[in-house]
């Protein structure tokens, strides 16, 4: 064998040694990829939800903002803050849901008058441990 053979063979062993390297990281990365955005790897289990609730009317107010999960149907209440209207909340809910949402509002002249208001629909599913979501009813 001569010299010139053996420097090609091994030029030849570094690209192929080179090309399965590439190769193994972009297929790792491909997995990574598909772990933490499909599986969930790296999702919090929940996520603190805050922000606003209004509710429509000058002489109303919302006391309370209810989430209702769509797969169990557990419910999770958080009483509103501020006393005005919009008014704050904070809740803590499980991640990877989707819930129902209902605003409870009470009339501020006559408060023994109110009721309950379709806020919509959260669907939760984040890698983020905080969201800040705004809602009207």
Same mark, same amino acid.
Do not use: C
């Given at each position: 064998?001569?010299?010139?053979?053996?420097e090609?063979?091994?030029?030849?062993?570094?690209?192929?040694?080179?090309?399965?390297?590439?190769?193994?990281?972009?297929?790792?990365?491909?997995?990574?990829?598909?772990?933490?955005?499909?599986?969930?790897?790296?999702?919090?289990?929940?996520?603190?939800?805050?922000?606003?609730?209004?509710?429509?009317?000058?002489?109303?107010? *919302?006391?309370?903002? @209810?989430? #209702?999960?769509?797969? =169990?149907?557990?419910?999770? !209440?958080?009483?509103?803050? %501020? /006393?005005?209207?919009?008014?704050?909340?904070?809740i803590?809910? *499980?991640?990877?849901? @989707?819930? #129902?949402?209902?605003? =409870?509002?009470?009339?501020? !002249?006559?408060?023994?008058? %109110? /009721?309950?208001?379709?806020?919509?629909t959260?669907?939760?599913?984040?890698?983020?441990?905080?969201? #800040?979501?705004?809602?009207?009813?």
């Open positions: 064998m001569n010299e010139q053979t053996g090609k063979r091994s030029s030849n062993r570094r690209i192929a040694i080179a090309v399965a390297v590439v190769f193994i990281v972009i297929i790792l990365g491909a997995v990574v990829y598909y772990l933490y955005n499909t599986v969930g790897i790296g999702k919090p289990s929940q996520v603190t939800v805050s922000g606003t609730v209004t509710t429509v009317g000058d002489s109303t107010r *919302p006391t309370k903002i @209810t989430f #209702t999960s769509v797969t =169990t149907e557990q419910t999770y !209440i958080a009483a509103t803050s %501020g /006393g005005g209207n919009p008014a704050t909340y904070t803590a809910l *499980p991640n990877g849901d @989707t819930y #129902t949402v209902t605003i =409870t509002w009470v009339n501020t !002249i006559l408060s023994i008058f %109110g /009721g309950d208001a379709n806020g919509g959260l669907n939760l599913d984040t890698h983020q441990s905080s969201i #800040t979501q705004n809602w009207a009813g």
